[in-house]
């Protein structure tokens, strides 16, 4: 693998991490507690994979330049910042979620994973979009 096939990685750990959360959320939903943290916490390890990759990536490519014009470069870019904004302000979020829940204090954990969950499901999704935009438009 080198360094051209790691926004194609990043891409599938991102979808990967989104599948994750919906597995997770319909277990959880369906009291399958068990299956909920294993889900959660698949997500949280394709989530971990794919920042390292990402920085790996950035390191060596640098910054890459959006070449597309018109309405898909707003719609690119109103992608891209929401993103970017969201990726930075998840994290803690994950980490005090995974706190509350490894401590077993599920009423708090429950509080913040209502806000936590939609927020990490955007960050996952929009990372695919970034990437089909940037890499296959």
Do not use: K
Not at 31 to 36: A, D, K, P
Not at 69 to 97: D, M
Request: charged share 15%.
């Amino acid at each position: 693998m080198s360094a051209t096939d790691l926004p194609t990685l990043n891409a599938i750990l991102n979808a990967s991490s989104a599948v994750c959360l919906l597995v997770g959320w319909c277990l959880i939903r369906s009291g399958r507690r068990e299956g909920h943290r294993r889900a959660m916490l698949a997500a949280l390890a394709c989530s971990a994979v794919f920042l390292a990759s990402y920085l790996l990536y950035h390191a060596q490519a640098g910054s890459v330049r959006f070449t597309g014009e018109g309405p898909l470069r707003t719609v690119y870019f109103t992608v891209l910042i929401s993103h970017t904004i969201l990726a930075v302000v998840i994290v803690p979020l994950v980490l005090l979620t995974l706190a509350r829940a490894l401590r077993g204090r599920f009423d708090a954990h429950r509080r913040v994973a209502r806000l936590t969950l939609p927020l990490w499901g955007w960050v996952s999704l929009s990372g695919v979009a970034v990437y089909w935009m940037l890499y296959r438009l």
